[in-house]
């Protein structure tokens, strides 16, 4: 079993309906109801889909959709040692080396799945997009 940590960007395109990348979330999470996959996330990254969500959804279709996430995706909380990491990280974003630590901090994950890959280049673990992780995955 594979074990992959999702970026933000994965998240919003699913529950934003962003075309064409919504199919290539949803697959990932096909893969998770098969038990082939185990996804995760980190604590800012559900904090920042709400915060996107409030805009569009009524409070209480936002914490149907959080509460669901939670139940799906395994979270990583962020913790003082990852906030300090990226901050000492060669990569420029913060927020990019903040979520590569998290992702580090649990050995079985292999992966990062985002459409951002050009600010995950200094991670030591896999970097693809989620259509190239399930062709990869389904081939």
Do not use: W
Not at 75 to 86: H, T, Y
Not at 95 to 115: F, G, P
């Amino acid at each position: 079993m594979k074990h992959i940590f999702i970026d933000t960007n994965i998240l919003m395109d699913m529950l934003f309906h962003r075309m064409p990348y919504k199919y290539h979330a949803l697959d990932l999470f096909t893969l998770q109801e098969k038990k082939l996959i185990t996804t995760y996330t980190s604590s800012n990254t559900i904090l920042s889909v709400a915060y996107y969500l409030n805009k569009v959804y009524p409070p209480k279709v936002v914490k149907e959709i959080v509460l669901q996430l939670i139940e799906d995706v395994q979270v990583i909380e962020i913790n003082k040692s990852m906030l300090l990491a990226g901050i000492n990280s060669l990569t420029d974003d913060y927020e990019d080396a903040v979520q590569i630590h998290c992702a580090l901090s649990n050995r079985k994950i292999t992966h990062v799945i985002t459409r951002n890959k050009k600010d995950f280049k200094d991670c030591p673990l896999h970097i693809c997009t989620a259509e190239k992780f399930n062709d990869q995955f389904n081939s």
